[in-house]
T-cell receptor
Framework: GAGVSQSPRYKVAKRGQDVALRCDPISGHVSLFWYQQALGQGPEFLTYFQNEAQLDKSGLPSDRFFAERPEGSVSTLKIQRTQQEDSAVYLC????????????FGSGTRLTVV | KQEVTQIPAALSVPEGENLVLNCSFTDSAIYNLQWFRQDPGKGLTSLLLIQSSQREQTSGRLNASLDKSSGRSTLYIAASQPGDSATYLCAVIITGANSKLTFGKGITLSVRP
């Protein structure tokens, strides 16, 4: 597609519920990142894929967070047993060549845990 | 650890004013620096990308400069308009195997008609 597509745009989850957030990067982009943005803050790094390989997951806040990109294109960020502190906007970004030409971000998924 | 700082957190100016948004970073070994715009409830829109070997980039009324040695970048907005009201974020990529962006917290700009 022309841009990075994320779905759903909004998600309300009850505390303890599992959620799955989807990112469809620009076709041909090998690098894919997930970021978490709390209200009034800059985005914080969660995890990085190069093709299907997850090269860095150091930003995942707990083992309840899991990300995958099995075929090197679409990626899913899964959060198990959601908690209120997980409420944030989750942003996905992709790049053709590891950032040399910059990154393109999706519109994000706003997750609210109630 | 790379830290990116943007001060002030918020700025309000009258329409037509030229303004400068500042960004500073602690580690000068950056690969490139990117300025983004974020409208309320929206994702990030890339404004300008400056490679580490470059000093500045221009797009329309926007000009971004980079001084690696001092760890600073500025985004200059000429003849500001109410439509420029948004949050402006700068982000750097440090040299290394993981090309992740490290962001500042952003500057929320309000341009008054």
């Amino acid at each position: 597609g022309a841009g990075v597509s994320q779905s759903p745009r909004y998600k309300v989850a009850k505390r303890g519920q599992d959620v799955a957030l989807r990112c469809d990067p620009i076709s041909g982009h090998v690098s894919l990142f997930w970021y978490q943005q709390a209200l009034g803050q800059g985005p914080e790094f969660l995890t990085y894929f190069q093709n299907e390989a997850q090269l860095d997951k150091s930003g995942l806040p707990s083992d309840r967070f899991f990300a995958e990109r099995p075929e090197g294109s679409v990626s899913t960020l899964k959060i198990q047993r959601t908690q209120q502190e997980d409420s944030a906007v989750y942003l996905c970004a992709s790049s053709f060549n590891r950032g040399t030409s910059g990154y393109t971000f999706g519109s994000g998924t706003r997750l609210t845990v109630v | 650890k790379q830290e990116v700082t943007q001060i002030p957190a918020a700025l309000s100016v009258p329409e037509g004013e030229n303004l400068v948004l500042n960004c500073s970073f602690t580690d000068s070994a950056i690969y490139n620096l990117q300025w983004f715009r974020q409208d309320p409830g929206k994702g990030l829109t890339s404004l300008l990308l400056i490679q580490s070997s470059q000093r500045e980039q221009t797009s329309g009324r926007l000009n971004a400069s980079l001084d690696k040695s001092s760890g600073r970048s500025t985004l200059y907005i000429a003849a500001s308009q109410p439509g420029d009201s948004a949050t402006y974020l700068c982000a750097v990529i440090i040299t290394g195997a993981n090309s992740k962006l490290t962001f500042g917290k952003g500057i929320t700009l309000s341009v008054r008609p």
